[in-house]
């Protein structure tokens, strides 16, 4: 006989701000995961994963992302919730590309801004569908507008100044001097020994579990890169 308690249901989170930059000053991700956290509790989810990702919504290739399918595709759970769904991606066409993978896993995609199954609206009902696409839309023009918007105040700064900063050298923000002391330590060449090539110190990383920026494994032209800005590690 039943006891009368139904099951709860599980999703994971998904927030993905566009740069590290932005991850790193906490910009979006605490928001988007509290707001995904009421809406779960509106609608009886249960958050069993929250997955944060800097990467840029114009990309399909997402490390957390591809992280998180491989994790729930493995346990069991078939919900993932995201803020809004420029959150997922700001192109249409990326939203599409990705949207697609999901329906065709049998993964749900809820939306806590719209409070809309995405993955229903795109597989079943074409005025939905339509819907999501024109969200997916502005989106998409939003971040157009903002690219010319970034683009145009560089134009400027570069023709005031005679240069524009562009991405910060790894080393420059905070947490990373540990890490580029470590490279430093290991490309230095032992008394009597050989000095470690790039590849030999990015394996090393790897093992002892030093983060990149994109929560990638280091490669040895990363490390090159690097060694070679000798400010960043002097």
């Known amino acids: 006989m039943a006891n009368g308690k139904s099951k709860t249901k599980q999703a994971v989170a998904y927030c993905r701000v ?5 991850q790193r000053n906490g910009t979006g991700l605490d928001r988007q995961e509290e707001i995904i956290n009421d809406y779960a509790g509106q609608i009886g989810y249960e958050l069993t994963e929250v997955y944060h990702e800097a990467f840029t919504g114009t990309d399909t290739d997402r490390p957390m992302f591809t992280k998180m399918l491989a994790e729930i595709l493995s346990n069991g759970c078939r919900t993932i919730i995201v803020e809004r769904l420029d959150r997922l991606a700001r192109d249409l066409s990326v939203q599409l590309q990705l949207v697609g993978l999901l329906c065709s896993k049998g993964i749900t995609l809820l939306s806590a801004d719209t409070q809309q199954d995405v993955t229903a609206a795109f597989s079943g009902d074409p005025m ?9 839309v502005f989106a998409e ?5 903002l690219v010319a918007k970034l683009r145009k105040a560089r134009e400027a700064k570069k023709a005031k100044t005679g240069r524009c900063e562009g991405r910060k ?5 905070e947490g990373e001097e540990a890490l580029v002391k470590r490279i430093k330590q290991l490309h230095r060449k032992p008394r009597g020994g050989k000095r470690l090539g790039p590849y030999q110190i990015a394996r090393i990383l790897n093992r002892e579990g030093w983060p990149t920026r994109n929560a990638e494994k280091w490669y040895g032209s990363h490390v090159s890169a690097i060694v070679n800005r000798k400010k960043a590690i002097s």
Not at 141 to 145: E, F, Q
């Open 169 to 173: 050298p790894y080393g420059y923000y």
């Open 128 to 136: 939905l569908k339509a819907m999501i696409q024109v969200q997916g």
């Open 18 to 22: 566009s740069s590290v930059g932005q």
């Open 141 to 145: 023009l939003d971040k157009s507008m």
